[in-house]
């Protein structure tokens, strides 16, 4: 049973301290002692001195009316005064529970010799309650008359509280429905009868009454089920655990697999927790702290997979809780309950039937420590961890809830036991200095272990995008993945948020090519956070972007207070210590101007030429891929220069690698070098140093130093010779001149875009892509048995390949016989599949190509030619087809229009 001493709130603290010397007197009273209070002993001020009237005894009584731990500081005070005066004893009189160094005390001092501990005598409240019960100060606790008001419902009783009031002494306790504290009943603690004055609940309801929060359960003389129907119905609190996304591009907590980075802090966290279970840290409440979606649900989400997945022997549960679903005070032990039979199923602790019988401190609730105290003997941790804790701050409906958090986390610090609570705290929300959360927290510090996240590296934002880019199916265009990375500035949810754009742009239809050179359409994004907000929020925003960074506390005072939260928790105003600007620099501009900046290209190409890497390129095709050396042999280039070229023309988004094949990218309409040309000069034109240049020099020449400086500029990390930096300005310079971008003088460079590649490169690169000489690397037989059988339907390029047909399909395509889709299935037109049989279609296909015209022209002439005569890559050709056929290899001749 407990005591507690309420007054009104606004009442002096030592209200508190005069009802309980009061009731302290009554009872002095009954056992003949005379009572002076509030006496002043030399300089000294003392709560009571008391007289025997008897034996003239003096005993000097000190009365502590708190809730918070009492510190073994005032045992050791109160024996000094009783000393000092040489009185007969002292009495403590305290209403709540002793701290661990006090508890220490006591049980140190009750086994000294009787004639030195009946100098200090300690009332605790169960020997108060027992002391006012033999004097008939109080009734009993009426549990019976209590559980007669509960019977046919599914309701039981919490542990009793004896309250003390400036109105009169009651006898009150919790009533629970599930197992957690729903109701409050009030009696007469002078008769036992069930209190209905609704005066004097409304009284309590303006004190600092623990159970104030609760809603009462009246109960009349007349009808004792009076509001029983409400309290029976009550509905059980639904608790909701901390979830994840279903996939990587949804804004969720990354699921578990997803996660990256943070290798330190879920060390440090692992690790807190082994020092619990080892005894070597009393601390039990940490906090996960960092600004609004830099990954706190994450790391929570991930450490409960890392726990729950190796508990044994490890021996740690966490569950993990949501906080924005708390609607009423009962969350907070719903939750609780909720995890600690989650852990008891799992086989933590012992199977009990867990209740919140003690409201002040739940931990001491006689089944929660019955589980506790299993956990200790197997040397187990449960872990409870509230995500999004800044709720109930932000919002004055949720203050209850607030204050049931503060029981259990005082609980937990007293009992320093098996549990273990955290909390994921908002650094960047605001919190009103007069709310109690402002200085609990502060006041806490000292209590917790703290883990700040900061934002993410170079290199857990480039492990994210790689597991973007498996979700996708496809590579980012590497200017693309660029901008992602320098632009999500180390935030994660901003990554994710550009991330999820990026896909659903790409499901929409749009191409990488196309958002590259749409700067990737961020203007819908942009729309889309605006459209959100109210009148006073976009007034408030613009605010921000004309004077960012600006001061918080004068945007606070200009906006108010809800205004600036609500654009914080929407995530377009970023809060940086004292100051406020919105989320990204792009943005601010969006919303000042509505204009939105090309993506910026740096990189330099590595090509000796453009005539070389057209040459590469022109040896590419969209469908079979072709490696380094296959490109080099076929070139006649170093690898060395092949690989230089490869990762220019990767970087121009030309096109795609899979491993070690390379195959041009399938956006280019036509794969020739106007086709090539043409994407490549749509990257330089937003190249950095081409906007540098139309910027400054559209009229005075830049000459070569002005394009080293310029070059230096947008690689500031690049350490060159500056014989390097010469070689890389007359490259950019040759480059953006062939792509029609500057013109040259005698005097330097001067930007001018004549909106085409420059006219001496047309009729240089002009015409048809030059096609690779046929070989025909396989049987007319087997190109003709490839295409009936795509004519069925679509077949994965895999799939044709592990049945033999890979150069059958390579034949096809160079055809135009069939397609590759982007899903990875060839797929033969709807215009090959009927009009002509398989055969006719190959043949005449294959009568354009060059290789083959010049034979046929001369079959057509009547010529018996054999293989050799007509070089040595139409003979290897035309002598594998006519083996195939006929198995002569005598001569090939011209018949029926056909080659026989």
């Not at 033999?134 to 599914?154: F, N």
């Not at 740690?316 to 939750?335: E, P, T």
């Not at 880019?469 to 693309?480: S, T």
């Not at 990875?824 to 005449?844: D, H, K, L, Q």
């Amino acid at each position: 049973m407990l005591i507690e001493v309420i007054t009104e709130l606004n009442a002096p603290n030592t209200d508190k301290g005069n009802l309980l010397e009061n009731l302290a007197s009554e009872f002095l009273r009954t056992q003949g002692y005379e009572v002076s209070s509030q006496v002043r002993v030399a300089a000294s001020e003392l709560d009571l001195l008391c007289e025997h009237k008897v034996s003239k005894k003096q005993i000097y009584v000190e009365c502590k009316a708190h809730k918070d731990n009492l510190s073994a500081k005032v045992l050791v005070n109160l024996l000094g005064t009783v000393d000092l005066h040489e009185y007969s004893e002292g009495w403590l009189v305290s209403t709540g529970p002793l701290g661990r160094d006090a508890k220490g005390f006591v049980e140190k001092w009750e086994n000294k010799p009787p004639e030195k501990r009946e100098k200090l005598s300690i009332y605790s409240p169960d020997r108060i309650l027992n002391a006012l019960l033999d004097a008939k100060i109080i009734s009993s606790k009426p549990e019976s008359k209590a559980q007669e008001m509960l019977s046919g419902h599914d309701l039981s009783l919490g542990k009793w509280i004896l309250l003390i009031t400036p109105w009169g002494k009651y006898w009150t306790c919790p009533v629970l429905k599930a197992g957690v504290p729903k109701f409050t009943s009030f009696f007469d603690a002078l008769n036992g009868k069930p209190v209905t004055d609704e005066e004097f609940i409304d009284r309590v309801k303006l004190t600092d009454f623990s159970l104030k929060n609760l809603e009462p359960f009246v109960a009349s003389s007349h009808d004792a089920r009076q509001g029983n129907d409400n309290a029976g119905g009550a509905k059980s609190t639904a608790v909701v655990e901390v979830e994840y996304g279903e996939k990587w591009f949804d804004y969720r907590p990354a699921r578990p697999e997803h996660f990256v980075g943070r290798k330190n802090e879920q060390r440090e966290l692992l690790q807190f927790f082994t020092n619990i279970k080892n005894g070597k840290t009393n601390t039990r409440v940490f906090a996960i702290k960092g600004d609004s979606g830099i990954g706190k649900s994450s790391l929570i989400a991930r450490i409960r997979d890392v726990t729950n997945k190796s508990q044994k022997p490890n021996n740690l549960f966490l569950y993990a809780v949501d906080v924005r679903a708390a609607n009423d005070s009962s969350y907070i032990y719903s939750s609780l309950l909720a995890a600690l039979r989650s852990a008891s199923l799992d086989g933590f602790g012992s199977k009990e039937e867990f209740e919140v019988t003690d409201y002040i401190d739940p931990l001491q609730s006689e089944s929660i420590k019955s589980f506790l105290d299993g956990c200790e003997r197997k040397r187990e941790i449960v872990i409870i961890v509230f995500d999004q804790f800044e709720e109930l701050y932000s919002k004055a409906e949720l203050f209850s809830v607030f204050e049931e958090v503060k029981k259990l986390m005082f609980s937990t610090i007293a009992a320093s036991s098996s549990i273990v609570l955290g909390f994921a705290w908002k650094t960047d929300s605001t919190v009103p200095q007069d709310h109690p959360a402002y200085h609990m927290w502060h006041q806490l510090s000292d209590h917790r272990f703290e883990i700040l996240l900061k934002p993410f590296s170079h290199s857990d934002a480039e492990q994210s995008l790689r597991i973007f880019e498996n979700e996708l199916g496809e590579k980012i265009r590497p200017e693309l993945r660029k901008y992602l990375l320098e632009n999500s500035q180390g935030y994660p949810w901003l990554l994710k948020k550009l991330c999820i754009h990026f896909y659903e742009q790409l499901r929409s239809g749009i191409s990488q090519q196309q958002m590259a050179n749409r700067s990737l359409d961020i203007s819908s994004l942009f729309d889309q956070d605006l459209n959100h907000l109210t009148d006073a929020e976009m007034v408030c925003l613009k605010l921000v972007a004309q004077n960012a960074p600006m001061d918080w506390y004068e945007v606070l005072e200009i906006a108010g207070h809800e205004v600036v939260q609500s654009l914080q928790n929407k995530r377009v105003l970023i809060k940086h210590g004292d100051k406020l600007n919105l989320y990204w620099d792009i943005f601010k501009n969006y919303v000042l101007s509505g204009i939105i900046p090309s993506i910026p290209f740096t990189y330099i190409p590595q090509s000796p030429s453009l005539n070389a890497l057209l040459h590469v390129s022109l040896e590419l095709d969209d469908a079979e891929g072709k490696s380094i050396k296959e490109l080099a042999d076929s070139s006649k280039l170093q690898e060395s220069t092949v690989r230089n070229i490869i990762h220019d023309l990767e970087q121009f988004g030309v096109i795609y690698i899979s491993k070690s094949d390379i195959t041009i990218d399938n956006h280019l309409s036509n794969l020739n070098a106007r086709s090539i040309l043409s994407s490549i000069r749509l990257v330089f034109k937003r190249h950095a140093l081409t906007e540098i240049l139309k910027k400054n020099n559209s009229v005075k020449p830049a000459n070569t130093d002005q394009l080293i400086n310029y070059l230096k500029s947008i690689n500031p990390t690049a350490q060159y010779h500056i014989r390097t930096w010469t070689t890389y300005s007359k490259r950019m310079s040759a480059w953006l001149h062939a792509f029609g971008l500057i013109t040259q003088t005698t005097s330097g460079i001067i930007y001018s875009d004549i909106g085409d590649i420059a006219g001496d490169d047309i009729k240089k690169w002009s015409g048809e892509r030059k096609r690779i000489v046929f070989l025909g690397d396989t049987s007319p037989v087997k190109v003709v048995e490839a295409l009936d059988l795509l004519k069925m339907g679509a077949k994965a390029q895999v799939s044709m390949k592990n049945m033999g047909y890979r150069n059958a399909c390579a034949v096809l395509y160079r055809f135009r016989l069939l397609e590759l889709t982007t899903a990875g299935e060839y797929r033969v037109p709807e215009c090959n599949i009927t009009g002509r049989s398989s055969m006719e279609a190959v043949w005449e296909e294959a009568s354009k190509e060059e290789s083959l015209k010049l034979v046929i022209n001369k079959l057509k002439e009547g010529t018996l030619i054999k293989p050799l005569q007509i070089g040595e890559f139409v003979a290897e050709s035309f002598g594998r087809t006519w083996k195939k056929l006929h198995g002569n290899e005598s001569g090939i001749a011209f018949a029926n229009g056909h080659c026989g």
